[in-house]
């Protein structure tokens, strides 16, 4: 995904060009732009990699203006160059985009045919082209856009300017958000509430298929034929919330920290929220939950909580393959999507076909105007505060938070017999804040650990029942900011294959339950789970692996392991959570020790608004 900021104002633009920028730049950072609009023309300054690059080119210049607007890209066409970076010109029209024009080769073609050649491999070139050909026919900029539009497929959101008229700034939404905020008079367009939040406190979202044209001090929208929409402007309150580093080195140290605040502010908000106790639960016999990476993961999760808890049957599926996924759902099945930022463009397409199909969906987001938050027909919002660092963290725990407490009331509104473990399980669920912040105590011996781990060359995280799929989160975070081969498998899986792959130089990361209560082998399932997990140490041990037990506290497993940091005694549904909180320590200590980006892995972004 890409950012996009745009300013028409009566100051200089370039400063709130490059804040914005930098607010936006979590979205994607492989490299950065602005242009710039006065009576003297456009001039535009490009550069790879982060937005302070561009900054450095930009400081040279003193560059003034009426507006501009403002790029940060995560490529999707054509390579990680300054020619391929935004803003985009083509004759008169310069342009900053996010999305993708998915017929674009066709239209490249179609103006190569007369005549025009492209200077980048990118497709929003080929937008400023077909806006140019229009107003070189002399249309106003706006007719010239409506005119373009019927000639795109995909999901995209775009800021264009033509020079003849340096004050306006047009932005057009379709399936991709773009926000509008006034700062004192000051018109400011930006891809998400977040680059808006240091400028003004309130704004609104177009909604897809709108226009808006941007003067100093005043806007007006417009609908895809160019009419003037009389609809209401709703303006949200852009939470401010301190998106500073205050004293961590990196964002994802400073959101694993935050956990426990988000843990609990999502709880105390869920109970406060009438769409929770207004859910038709009834309705339901079958979750069927979807999102992408760690959003899927939470799914996994709660999967578990759905099944043991409520005792309807749970199925997850990757939101990219959607148009699998519905070929024999029944119409009583709850689709529930998964997604931090509500952007996924995989998980807003899974909404969009369980929607066609009639079946209910219920969206669990971070980010309210999210696209998913306004599709879906329920949304229940997780309260992690903004999410930087692209390694999730904070909005994972609080995802799987929240998906505990709706199973718990899913219960208790069909009341199940069976949930006679809620008293036993009522006490953990108000300790988890607590809890999670215990396990931050373990950070200083987690990173310890890490630097024993540093030549280690492959890291298996292993589990059984609901701690594979922890397992298969901590994998993840550990492969995608130190870049080091992870794999997660269930635990008694191993021997049939991948133990090939265990030898001296593997790390064995063994998550095992230590039970709902603190004498852990008084639980009969938590017995058999660790005897068996006995084994799995006993296979991996003998060939030469690296055994770091996480979980049972027992005398066998401190002494068969090289290391162990103990965890609270929680309970079976709460321990995932705190074995997370391990995993987000760990993965984040060892990149750390390896010199690696942390909040901007390489060749990822934030959230991925492309399929
Ligand atoms: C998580 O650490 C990754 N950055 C990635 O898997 C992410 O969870 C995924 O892209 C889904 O994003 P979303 O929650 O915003 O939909």
């Known amino acids: 995904m890409c950012g996009i900021i745009g300013y028409t104002g009566n100051e200089n633009p370039v400063s709130f060009l490059i804040k914005g920028l930098k607010q936006l730049e979590y979205r994607g950072y492989d490299s950065a732009?602005?242009?710039?609009?006065?009576?003297?023309?456009?001039?535009?300054?490009?550069?790879?990699?982060?937005?302070?690059?561009?900054?450095?080119?930009?400081?040279?210049?003193s560059l003034q203006g009426f507006s501009g607007i403002g790029h940060t890209r995560w490529a999707t066409h054509g390579k990680v160059t300054e020619g391929n970076s935004h803003p985009h010109q083509a004759g008169r029209i310069t342009l900053v985009h996010n999305g993708i024009i998915e017929n674009y080769s066709e239209l490249k073609e179609q103006i190569e045919q007369i005549g025009r050649t492209l200077k980048s491999e990118t497709d929003t070139e080929v937008l400023a082209h077909l806006i140019d050909i229009e107003v070189e026919k002399g249309f106003l900029l706006l007719e010239a856009i409506t005119r373009v539009i019927p000639k795109l497929r995909g999901s995209y959101a775009f800021v264009v300017s033509d020079p003849e008229d340096p004050r306006c700034l047009i932005g057009v939404s379709q399936g991709i958000p773009l926000w509008v905020g006034n700062s004192?008079?000051?018109?400011?367009?930006?891809?998400?509430?977040?680059?808006?939040?240091?400028?003004?406190?309130?704004?609104?979202?177009?909604k897809s298929a709108e226009i808006v044209q941007c003067r100093p001090g005043s806007f007006q929208v417009?609908?895809?034929?160019?009419?003037?929409?009389?609809?209401?402007?709703?303006?949200?309150?852009?939470?401010?919330?301190?998106?500073?580093?205050?004293?961590?080195?990196?964002?994802?140290?400073?959101?694993?920290?935050?956990?426990?605040?988000?843990?609990?502010?999502?709880?105390?908000?869920?109970?406060?929220?009438?769409?929770?106790?207004?859910?038709?639960?009834?309705?339901?016999?079958?979750?069927?939950?979807?999102?992408?990476?760690?959003?899927?993961?939470?799914?996994?999760?709660?999967?578990?909580?759905?099944e043991q808890i409520v005792g309807v049957t749970a199925t997850v599926d990757y939101a990219s393959e959607f148009s699998d996924c519905f070929n024999h759902t029944q119409p009583s099945t709850l689709v529930i999507l998964i997604s931090q930022s509500g952007e996924t463009a995989d998980t807003l397409s899974a909404l969009r076909?369980?929607?066609?199909?009639?079946?209910?969906?219920?969206?669990?987001?971070?980010?309210?105007?999210?696209?998913?938050?306004?599709?879906?027909?329920?949304?229940?919002?997780?309260?992690?505060?903004?999410?930087?660092?692209?390694?999730?963290?904070?909005?994972?725990?609080?995802?799987?938070?929240?998906?505990?407490?709706?199973?718990?009331?899913?219960s208790y509104q069909i009341e199940r017999v069976e949930s006679s473990?809620?008293?036993?399980?009522?006490?953990?669920?108000?300790?988890?804040?607590?809890?999670?912040?215990?396990?931050?105590?373990?950070?200083?011996q987690i990173r310890f650990i890490a630097e024993k781990l540093l030549s280690s060359r492959s890291f298996f995280f292993l589990g059984r029942g609901v701690l594979f799929n922890v397992a298969q989160e901590c994998a993840l975070k550990l492969k995608e900011i130190s870049y080091?081969?992870?794999?997660?498998?269930?635990?008694?899986e191993l021997k049939h294959g991948p133990l090939a792959l265990i030898d001296k130089d593997s790390t064995v990361i063994l998550l095992t339950t230590r039970g709902s209560t603190g004498d852990s082998v008084s639980d009969p399932l938590t017995h058999l789970q660790q005897d068996k997990m006995k084994n799995t140490l006993q296979?991996?041990?003998?060939?030469?692996?690296f055994i770091w037990t996480w979980g049972a506290d027992t005398p066998y497993f401190r002494q068969e392991s090289h290391e162990f940091p103990p965890l609270p005694s929680s309970h079976r549904f709460t321990e995932p959570i705190l074995h997370t909180v391990l995993g987000q320590l760990f993965a984040y200590h060892l990149a750390h020790l390896k010199g690696a980006e942390i909040d901007k892995p390489r060749n990822l972004a934030k959230s991925v608004t492309v399929e």
């Not at 769409?275 to 979807?290: E, G």
């Not at 081969?485 to 635990?491: L, N, V």
Request: glycine share 6%; proline share 3%.
């Open 33 to 61: 732009g602005i242009a710039v609009f006065s009576d003297n023309g456009t001039h535009i300054v490009r550069a790879v990699g982060p937005v302070r690059n561009l900054e450095h080119k930009v400081s040279k210049l």
């Open 184 to 206: 004192n008079g000051n018109m400011l367009l930006s891809s998400d509430s977040r680059g808006l939040s240091l400028f003004t406190n309130e704004g609104f979202v177009l």
């Open 222 to 306: 417009f609908d895809f034929s160019g009419h003037l929409t009389t609809k209401n402007i709703s303006l949200t309150q852009l939470s401010n919330d301190s998106s500073e580093l205050v004293g961590f080195e990196h964002y994802m140290m400073k959101e694993i920290y935050e956990q426990p605040l988000a843990v609990l502010n999502t709880k105390a908000k869920l109970i406060q929220s009438a769409q929770l106790y207004s859910l038709p639960f009834k309705l339901w016999d079958h979750v069927q939950l979807m999102g992408c990476g760690s959003a899927r993961h939470a799914g996994l999760v709660a999967k578990h909580y759905f």
């Open 353 to 410: 076909a369980a929607k066609n199909r009639g079946l209910a969906t219920l969206s669990i987001t971070n980010r309210k105007q999210s696209s998913l938050s306004l599709e879906s027909d329920f949304c229940l919002f997780t309260e992690a505060g903004c999410e930087i660092s692209v390694a999730s963290t904070k909005a994972f725990t609080s995802q799987v938070s929240l998906l505990l407490a709706l199973a718990y009331e899913w």
């Open 421 to 444: 473990f809620r008293p036993q399980l009522n006490p953990y669920l108000s300790a988890l804040p607590e809890q999670i912040a215990q396990t931050l105590q373990r950070d200083k």
């Open 484 to 492: 080091c081969f992870a794999e997660a498998y269930p635990a008694g």
């Open 539 to 545: 296979e991996v041990k003998s060939r030469g692996a």
